[in-house]
Nanobody, 128 residues
Framework: AIYLTELGGGSVQAGGSLRLSCAAS??????????MAWFRQAPGKEREEVAFIDSGGFTSTSYADSVKGRFTISQDKAEATLYLQMNSQQPLDTAMYYC??????????????????WGQGTQVTVSS
């Protein structure tokens, strides 16, 4: 098993920035062996994708259209830490943010159901 711990949530005004981090640990963890992602869930809504990173070979990333150009996912392999830099934040970004992982396959998953390791979540609140 692996364990994921998020840090860095908080409150920010519209247009501001926050950086989330997710520390991965566990005997089986290797950044080359797991697909990593950020999801978010607002009250009364389903959990939705935010960003994904595959560091198995050449690093590749992808983003939900709603955050493209504003958010950046990255990974410090030596520190086993995943990051989400959030800029130009909007009130619609208000949600609980979760980092997630699954054992790397041919393609990294895009749906929450495909991820079997989750952090406890960190709240992000953006005020107008």
């Amino acid at each position: 098993a692996i364990y994921l711990t998020e840090l860095g949530g908080g409150s920010v005004q519209a247009g501001g920035s926050l950086r989330l981090s997710c520390a991965a640990s566990g005997y089986d963890y290797s950044p080359y062996s797991y697909c990593m992602a950020w999801f978010r869930q607002a009250p009364g809504k389903e959990r939705e994708e935010v960003a994904f990173i595959d560091s198995g070979g050449f690093t590749s990333t992808s983003y939900a259209d709603s955050v493209k150009g504003r958010f950046t996912i990255s990974q410090d392999k030596a520190e086993a830490t995943l990051y989400l830099q959030m800029n130009s934040q909007q009130p619609l970004d208000t949600a609980m943010y979760y980092c997630a992982a699954h054992v790397r396959a041919a393609v990294c998953g895009r749906r929450p159901a495909q991820y079997n390791y989750w952090g406890q979540g960190t709240q992000v609140t953006v005020s107008s």
